[in-house]
């Protein structure tokens, strides 16, 4: 038993690695998207739509807004009369921003005293809204840096002592954790699993039968298992290795946090691994031609990525949908990626997520061998 | 010496069709048997069943003494199929196919390489280990198929038309590994649609339509075909076989792909005749000759003497 899967194992390496197709297949688009990714999340965004809400109305302020007026980050669309107003506007998608000055700001920043900016963002896009406050801090820094010079030159009175600041109070507008900047960096590892180790597993079973070795291995002492084994196993592999070494990339290269433990991101990969073998196995199964494979690979990948939470939050689909999403299994794995990655949780929170999987898994994976020993017959 | 394979009342069904219809022979230790039947007969589907691929709607059969429905792994275990096309991963180089069936079938890594070694020697391939199975002409790739196929010394081996579009030179390569089998005692089981692979053969199986006719020596065979094998060449088969199916001496007149092949029972004779003939009715032929019988002559031959007696 053990040498039977031992020759299965040798040969599908030699395969894998042999190709230059497979093989690139293997690592460079973990690469690839998590560099696009990476980078995605420090670009320099520009033209960030902004609304004004100026309670204060004061000289101070005005000026203030006039610095964002002028800035090439920022354009003010919207100059409004109430905070009513805000909500709307962004829930149109009209700006991403508003800026709130109340009353008492001016006389806050003579006195030396912390005045308040209040920072209104759609967080639904977490990256350019952490980008627009990093500005927005920037460009309030300095006005009141020069605020100080002024004041010291008008008054010699004026006691060095006392800074003039402003603090911003941030209210996102979505309840997404504000502090990830790194938000789809977990996801993009999801992602790449899924296409991975579903579409590799599903051409390397249906290239055999296209070639006519799968019934070659039938007439052979190789159990239906051994070969299900021999098939997924190298697979279950490199969707480890590629976990570890998108990880890598995203800890080392971007300095991704890394909050948690790498034991409870191992069990949940393998368990998320396991569910994309039965998929891919599957797919198989239904599939004669390689053609045949991609094509109902893509039907799966498709809506797996879309309803994951991955780009859209789960929260804002229709009910029955995010009911719906309970039997994706990407679903749970972003959530434990996100956890571990960016809140640093464990097991004693993320449990119900790996129990989701590991019944999802199990279930893929006992109708895709009972199926797929049908299809040989 | 109980036989190697042993079939009784065998029978295969599909849909609409009979494949194999209570089929029943036996093939013994250093015998080639070969089945030897026109497209549909039934061939494959037999050997599919005897390899453990299909399972039977009625009858038995063991092989190397196992019996394929009740003990399917041991059956596994003692012999070789060789489909068509044997399934080679073109990717992977001549030795690591080797490596790989060596592997699956428990052969030790010193058992394999001397057999590989004694193998590849009589395919005339010990020069290319290295080269990738599909960068091998077709020849090749059918004498590596056999190799991987005889790697762990099964005790039958059922081939399938193993030499369809091989080149003479390895198609002797494959005559030669395979008697040398027979001296260790394999029984060969082979299914060809060739006369003269038919005649290399111990004793052979007519089949058609999933029955056995008849089962013989190839010489019992041939003499079914009393007379000779005249073939016509030309564009105007249809016409010509009319012209000439019931002149004198013509025992029977077959289409074929490129023109007509008579059975005729003396051909020195009848030859000047039928030209003769062809000239008279004004119809025109690229060439006219004795053939060797091919097995659609001969079983043409057998199968209308079976329908008027
Ligand atoms: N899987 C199948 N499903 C339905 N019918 C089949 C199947 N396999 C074979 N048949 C039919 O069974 C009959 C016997 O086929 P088989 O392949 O055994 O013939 P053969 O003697 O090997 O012919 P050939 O010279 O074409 O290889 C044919 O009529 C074929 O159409
Ligand atoms: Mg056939």
Redesign the interface.
């Known amino acids: 038993m053990l040498?039977?899967l031992?020759?299965?194992l040798?040969?599908e390496f030699?395969?894998v690695f042999?190709?230059t197709r497979t093989r690139t297949l293997l690592f460079a688009p973990p690469i690839i998207q998590m560099l696009i990714f990476g980078y995605a999340a420090t670009l320099e965004v520009r033209h960030i739509p902004v609304a004004a809400l100026d309670y204060d109305n004061s000289q101070v302020s005005r000026e203030l807004l006039s610095r964002f007026t002028a800035s090439p980050y920022f354009d003010v669309r919207a100059y409004l009369n109430d905070r009513r107003e805000i909500g709307d506007l962004i829930d149109r998608g009209e700006v991403t921003v508003a800026l709130q000055i109340n009353g008492g700001f001016a006389q806050d920043l003579r006195k030396g005293q912390p005045a308040r900016l209040q920072v209104i963002v759609d967080s639904s896009n977490s990256n350019t809204a952490l980008v627009a406050v990093g500005y927005i801090n920037q460009i309030a820094a300095r006005y009141a840096q020069e605020f100080q010079r002024t004041q010291l030159l008008r008054t010699s009175l004026f006691a060095s002592s006392q800074i003039p600041s402003i603090v911003l109070e941030r209210r996102p507008l979505f309840n997404i954790n504000f502090d990830s900047q790194w938000f789809f960096v977990p996801g993009v590892i999801g992602n790449l699993i899924l296409v991975m180790v579903v579409s590799l597993t599903a051409f390397a079973i249906v290239r055999?039968r296209e070639?006519?070795?799968?019934?070659?291995?039938?007439?052979?002492?190789?159990g239906r298992l051994e070969f299900i084994l021999g098939k997924t196993l190298p697979f279950f592999l490199i969707g480890l290795f590629d976990t570890a070494l998108v990880s890598l990339v995203g800890t080392f290269w971007f300095g991704v946090p890394f909050r948690g433990s790498i034991g409870v991101l191992a069990i949940g990969s393998i368990l998320f691994i396991l569910c994309m073998l039965g998929i891919g196995l599957f797919i198989s199964t239904i599939s004669r031609t390689q053609q045949q494979a991609m094509v109902s690979g893509f039907f799966f990948n498709m809506p797996a990525i879309t309803f994951s939470g991955f780009g859209t939050p789960i929260s804002s689909m229709p009910e029955w949908l995010q009911t719906l999403t309970y039997l994706n299994p990407l679903r749970y794995f972003l959530e434990i990626l996100r956890g571990v990655y960016l809140k640093g949780v464990g097991l004693d929170v993320l449990w119900p997520q790996m129990v989701g999987m590991g019944l999802l898994g199990s279930i893929m994976l006992a109708i895709s061998v009972a199926r797929f020993q049908k299809s040989l017959? | 010496m109980p036989p190697s394979v042993a079939t009784s009342d065998l029978t295969k069904r599909f849909p609409g069709i009979t494949a194999v219809n209570r089929l029943t022979f036996e093939v013994h230790a250093g015998e080639i048997f070969g089945l030897v039947g026109p497209d549909g007969a039934g061939k494959t589907t037999t050997l599919r069943m005897l390899a453990g691929v299909l399972s039977p709607d009625g009858g038995s059969a063991t092989v190397a003494g196992a019996d394929i429905a009740r003990e399917p792994e041991a059956a596994k275990a003692r012999l070789s199929y060789m489909p068509q096309r044997f399934g080679l991963y073109e990717d992977l180089t001549v030795a690591e196919n080797i490596r790989f069936y060596a592997d699956v079938f428990g052969v030790s890594r010193e058992e394999r390489e001397a057999r590989a070694r004694q193998l590849l020697d009589a395919a005339g391939m010990s020069p290319f280990t290295t080269r990738s199975a599909g960068k091998l002409s077709g020849g090749m790739k059918q004498k590596l198929g056999l190799v991987c196929a005889l790697i762990h010394r099964p005790l039958v081996i059922l081939l399938d038309e193993p030499t369809n579009g091989v080149d003479p030179v390895s198609r002797r390569d494959f005559w030669r590994i395979l008697y040398s089998l027979l001296n260790e005692g394999i029984a060969i089981l082979m299914s060809t649609s060739y006369l003269d692979e038919a005649e290399r053969c111990h004793r052979v199986a007519l089949l058609h339509q999933g029955r056995m006719l008849y089962c013989e020596t190839p010489v019992e065979l041939k003499r079914r075909l009393h007379g000779a094998v005249v073939s016509i060449v030309g564009h105007e088969a249809r016409r010509i076989r009319a012209a000439l199916g019931g002149a004198a001496g013509v025992l029977n007149a077959l289409l074929v792909g490129d023109g007509v092949h008579l059975v005729v029972d003396d051909a020195g004779r009848r030859i000047p005749e039928l030209q003769a003939a062809l000239q008279t009715a004004g119809l025109v032929f690229d060439r006219l000759e004795e053939i060797e019988p091919t097995i659609e002559d001969l079983f043409v031959a057998a199968t209308s003497k079976e329908r008027k007696p």
């Open positions: 040498r039977r031992r020759g299965m040798v040969k030699i395969q042999r190709d055999e070639i006519g070795t799968l019934e070659q291995i039938m007439v052979t002492p190789i017959d």
